[in-house]
């Protein structure tokens, strides 16, 4: 039954993200930071051994916007925490790299497509995110 609550909420969040994201190029601390510590501190309530796979994408944005200098910015890094919790929840371990792994093929391929130097890349988190968590639902899987 709550979750049947949290989907809505989830929906407009996301929308606000993308909205965000796709008018201004970049995801602010308002939309990123409160749902990342929510995500943290719930986990750590009801399933401490959660607390590392959730954070496996934020950790590789991390290092990867360390090594890269550019493309990854502090939003998507932000964002991938509690996106990576919510996959990881749903699709485990798994389920949350392969999320980060569809938001980067999906930025490749519209980067490709439109021959721009940079696109925003929260929508295709977003979207990676989705993908695997309705992928999951849909076909039983779990953590």
């Known amino acids: 039954m709550t979750l049947l609550f949290s989907i809505p909420v989830l929906a407009a969040w996301a929308f606000l993200l993308v909205c965000h994201d796709v008018r201004h190029s970049r995801l602010p601390d308002g939309l990123t930071l409160p749902p990342a510590a929510s995500a943290v501190l719930v986990?750590?309530?009801?399933?401490?051994?959660?607390?590392?796979?959730?954070?496996?994408?934020?950790?590789?944005?991390?290092v990867?916007?360390?090594?890269?200098?550019?493309?990854?910015?502090?939003?998507?890094?932000?964002?991938?925490?509690?996106?990576?919790f919510l996959a990881t929840a749903i699709a485990g371990t798994t389920g949350g790299l392969l999320a980060a792994a569809v938001a980067g093929i999906l930025?490749?391929?519209?980067?490709?497509?439109?021959?721009?130097?940079?696109?925003?890349?929260?929508?295709?988190?977003?979207?990676?995110?989705?993908?695997?968590?309705?992928?999951?639902?849909?076909?039983?899987?779990?953590?």
């Not at 990867?64 to 990576?84: C, Y």
């Open 43 to 62: 986990t750590c309530w009801v399933s401490p051994a959660g607390v590392l796979p959730g954070l496996g994408w934020f950790l590789s944005y991390l």
């Open 64 to 84: 990867l916007a360390e090594v890269t200098r550019g493309g990854i910015g502090g939003g998507d890094v932000k964002l991938a925490v509690p996106l990576g």
């Open 107 to 143: 930025t490749s391929v519209v980067l490709t497509v439109s021959r721009r130097c940079s696109i925003p890349h929260g929508p295709a988190m977003v979207v990676g995110t989705l993908v695997v968590v309705v992928a999951a639902v849909s076909g039983g899987a779990g953590p």
